[in-house]
């Protein structure tokens, strides 16, 4: 079962995973940043249930649990953007703690309700962020052993879910993994986001905002790899531990707009040779804005074999790409229409 799956990266885990012949029973919300037309390929799919609800409401949790017996849990729900948990806090500890805590009870009880060589076989795989761990200097790289420090609301409403997980697993011995990536991009993204922001605006030829002096650093993971690594993760990774993520791509901000500005005046140049780097604007820096983030996956690699299949060169055309390719699906979300229709659950 997979919650949150109508996200950026759970729908991309979603589809990902029904292509690979597994049965998925995807609970999601809906919240602003659900959308449904990102699952439309799977509509009516023998391997797909797609139930609209809450990760909060335990009776449907149980339910489903008790429904489809499944050999997973794989929690992806999450409020995840951090301008809007520095305006509304509240938003992020009810789904991320509250939230959370709910899922993992139910989780306890149905794994309890299991015999044999299915209760040995679940897992319950929390799907975190580097953010916990704040902000490093200019040296160094997040290891699983990095003590947590959150600097915004969001960080640390993911922080305090990171230990309700870990207090399941050694409280009630419930077979838990957690992964903690960093930045994700790729097809699906919400427009919210640095970079299919940046493509958006800059097809426009609107202005660009970056924060600061734009040289905050970022590891960039291409959502593909993301969902091979949580797979993996699923497939083999030790019960009680926690698995960085990342994609080996550290980049400032302003580095990664200047790369999409490129990749757009090659495929789809502006009037009169005008080049979109001209379109950045410098704005106020944001409250608590972390320096660099940088991940330490070495302990993926070493124990499951896993590495990221792309560069950040590499990932960033097929993205670029990707949202040239899918202006529909984009503009969709911008005049929110894919909010006025959902497909039957």
Same mark, same amino acid.
Request: glycine residues 10%; contains cysteine; charged residues 25%.
């Given at each position: 079962?997979?919650?949150?799956?109508?996200?950026?990266?759970?729908?991309?885990?979603?589809?990902?995973?029904?292509?690979?012949? $597994?049965?998925?029973?995807?609970?999601?919300?809906?919240?602003?940043?659900?959308?449904?037309?990102?699952?439309?390929?799977?509509?009516?799919?023998? %391997?797909?249930?797609?139930?609209?609800?809450?990760?909060?409401?335990?009776?449907?949790?149980?339910?489903?649990?008790?429904?489809?017996?499944?050999?997973?849990?794989?929690?992806?729900?999450?409020?995840?953007?951090?301008?809007?948990?520095?305006?509304?806090?509240?938003?992020?500890?009810?789904?991320?703690?509250?939230?959370?805590?709910?899922?993992?009870?139910?989780?306890?009880?149905? $794994?309890?309700?299991?015999?044999?060589?299915?209760?040995?076989?679940?897992?319950?795989?929390?799907?975190?962020?580097?953010?916990?761990?704040?902000?490093?200097?200019?040296?160094?790289?997040?290891?699983?052993?990095?003590?947590?420090?959150?600097?915004?609301?969001?960080?640390?409403?993911?922080?305090?879910?990171?230990?309700?997980?870990?207090?399941?697993?050694?409280?009630?011995?419930?077979?838990?993994?957690?992964?903690?990536?960093?930045?994700?991009?790729?097809?699906?993204?919400?427009?919210?986001?640095?970079?299919?922001?940046?493509?958006?605006?800059?097809?426009?030829?609107?202005?660009?905002?970056?924060?600061?002096?734009?040289?905050?650093?970022?590891? $960039?993971?291409?959502?593909?790899?993301?969902?091979?690594?949580?797979?993996?993760?699923?497939?083999?990774?030790?019960?009680?531990?926690?698995?960085?993520?990342?994609?080996?791509?550290?980049?400032?901000?302003?580095?990664?707009?200047?790369?999409?500005?490129?990749?757009?005046?090659? %495929?789809?140049?502006?009037?009169?040779?005008?080049?979109?780097?001209?379109?950045?604007?410098?704005?106020?820096?944001?409250?608590?804005?972390?320096?660099?983030?940088?991940?330490?996956?070495?302990?993926?690699?070493?124990?499951?074999? $896993?590495?990221?299949?792309?560069?950040?060169?590499?990932?960033?055309?097929?993205?670029?790409?990707?949202?040239?390719?899918?202006?529909?699906?984009?503009?969709?979300?911008?005049?929110?229409?894919?909010?006025?229709?959902?497909?039957?659950?």
């Amino acid at each position: 079962m997979v919650t949150g799956g109508a996200g950026f990266i759970g729908a991309n885990f979603v589809l990902e995973t029904v292509a690979d012949g $597994w049965v998925v029973i995807n609970l999601d919300k809906l919240t602003y940043a659900g959308n449904l037309d990102t699952l439309t390929p799977l509509s009516g799919h023998a %391997r797909h249930r797609f139930v609209h609800g809450d990760i909060g409401d335990r009776a449907l949790v149980a339910r489903l649990l008790a429904e489809h017996r499944p050999d997973a849990i794989v929690n992806f729900a999450a409020e995840s953007h951090v301008d809007r948990s520095i305006d509304g806090p509240a938003a992020f500890v009810e789904t991320n703690v509250t939230g959370t805590l709910g899922l993992l009870e139910c989780a306890r009880d149905y $794994w309890r309700s299991l015999e044999g060589n299915a209760r040995d076989a679940f897992r319950f795989l929390h799907v975190s962020t580097d953010e916990v761990y704040g902000s490093l200097g200019p040296e160094g790289r997040f290891t699983e052993t990095t003590p947590y420090a959150p600097n915004s609301p969001y960080s640390a409403s993911k922080a305090a879910s990171d230990h309700l997980v870990r207090a399941f697993h050694h409280t009630y011995g419930l077979p838990t993994l957690t992964t903690n990536c960093s930045n994700n991009y790729g097809p699906y993204q919400f427009p919210e986001k640095l970079i299919p922001l940046v493509i958006q605006k800059a097809l426009a030829g609107e202005s660009l905002p970056v924060y600061g002096d734009g040289m905050n650093i970022r590891d $960039w993971l291409f959502v593909g790899d993301h969902c091979s690594a949580i797979r993996r993760v699923l497939e083999a990774g030790r019960v009680g531990e926690t698995y960085n993520v990342g994609g080996n791509a550290e980049r400032t901000n302003i580095t990664v707009v200047k790369t999409i500005c490129a990749l757009l005046d090659d %495929r789809r140049p502006l009037a009169e040779g005008r080049r979109r780097e001209s379109l950045i604007t410098y704005v106020k820096d944001r409250p608590g804005h972390d320096r660099r983030y940088a991940i330490d996956a070495g302990k993926l690699e070493r124990e499951l074999g $896993w590495k990221p299949s792309q560069t950040f060169e590499s990932g960033i055309a097929a993205t670029v790409d990707w949202y040239l390719a899918n202006q529909p699906w984009v503009q969709r979300v911008l005049d929110g229409s894919y909010r006025m229709e959902r497909l039957g659950s």
